[in-house]
């Protein structure tokens, strides 16, 4: 093996081993478990429930979303009093009302405490405007519909 295929077998391995290091490190530099990681810290939109009672700010990862499969966050609390709501079913439906179609993937939704719901498997597969038809039960039973543009 010549120097120069040595090096073209390094910088095929170096361009594969990059990302796989760069995610260990943001993984071991420990992100807590708050609204920080790819989220960002300011919703990335919020709205308040059908009956008016609850706000849901909506953080997603990427932020600002792009089309393709995204994590979602609800930080869920009364508007009333600004509390935090714990004990809610949730259920996801990814909505694109321009062509009046969801999508074939079922997002999964799990509670993270302190009102925070995550969103896992939101598969927005082409680029425009989407909703999150959103139904919560539990405590309350209320829906609300966030909506934003993916990139």
Sequence with gaps: MTSRDLLKVTVRVS????????????????????????????PLVTVTSASGAL????????????????????????VSSSQPIEGLSISVVP????????TSVAP????????????KNVYLFMPGEWQLRTALSGGVNDSAVPSFTVH
Excluded: K
């Excluded at 909505?95 to 969801?102: E, L, Q, V």
């Excluded at 993270?112 to 969103?119: D, L, P, Q, T």
């Design 15 to 42: 361009r594969r081993l990059i990302p796989v290091l760069a995610s260990t490190v943001v993984a071991a530099c420990g992100a807590s478990a708050g609204l920080e990681q790819g989220f960002g810290s300011t």
């Design 55 to 78: 706000r849901l700010a909506v953080f997603t990862d990427p932020q600002a979303p792009t089309n393709g499969n995204v994590a979602v966050r609800y930080l869920i609390t009364e």
């Design 95 to 102: 909505w694109m009302p321009a062509m009046g179609h969801g």
């Design 108 to 119: 999964s939704v799990e509670a993270a405490g302190a009102g925070v719901y995550e969103v």
